[in-house]
């Protein structure tokens, strides 16, 4: 083999990352005329790590990256629900990826961005440490939009084109929203759909079991606006009750009430007489 065309190799495995070595070994025969084996060509190619460490290219990939800063990574994502007289209402929910928890939810007829930059300020507090947002491309989240979340100390990150899984945290919540909660209902109104979502956001934040490594107790003591569950709080009967709330169970044994005679029972002094095809009711023996 000679020098040239192992140096010619190694310069067009460098300057295109996505050939192989039937693409190169295609490539010299089609535009050069010289034959060279796939085989070859791999023998002579720079390994990837060599590639990339001249490029500066980074080889963390995507599902690495989020799973490392899961606690600093919040999502944000968009809905539709059709209410019972056919009107379209737009759903934005935004998750804590680490803890699984919504940290804001809302309903509008018309969202643009500037009602969604204003759902990013209610959800985003002032002392917070979160550090990126995963969106997706949609037109709502626009330029503005991210520079105004930039100011807040939080980088905006867009999935790329036709990926939901990119996004997979906040489209799996999506996906439990409707299979547990609007698959079960048609919502009425605006208003309706929003206080369903309240309820919803409560037991999901609360109750609900995760896959993320924090319990249901445990998140609803650490993470719940109410300081019931708190070890220090001194209201003990409202802890008792938080508790009690957290960990509940259906009873073992349902009550039974009374027992009560229906249309087809007969009573103590009825008896049934039978003639033929018919039956009589008699009362005393007569």
Known sequence: MPEELKKLIVEMAIANVSWGEERIAHELLVKLGIRVSPRTVRKYMPSR???DRGAGHSSQRWSTFVRNHAKAIIAADFLTVVTARFQFLYILVVME????KI???NVTTHPTAEWTLQQFREAIPCEHDYRFVIVDRDA????DLRKSVRAMGV???KTPPFAPQANCYCERLIGTTRRECLDLLIPLSEKHLRRLLCEWRDYYDRARPHSSSRTKCSRARERSSCRA???SSPDSERKANRLKACSWRPPSRLPV???RLTEHSLGAEERSVRTGC???LSRGGS
């Open 140 to 143: 709502k989240f626009s330029e």
């Open 257 to 259: 009430g009374p027992r």
């Open 278 to 280: 018919l039956y009589f």
């Open 229 to 231: 569950c708190s070890p």
């Open 97 to 100: 990826v680490g803890t699984r």
């Open 103 to 105: 940290t804001h939810v």
């Open 155 to 157: 980088r905006v990150l």
């Open 49 to 51: 790590d060599d590639s």
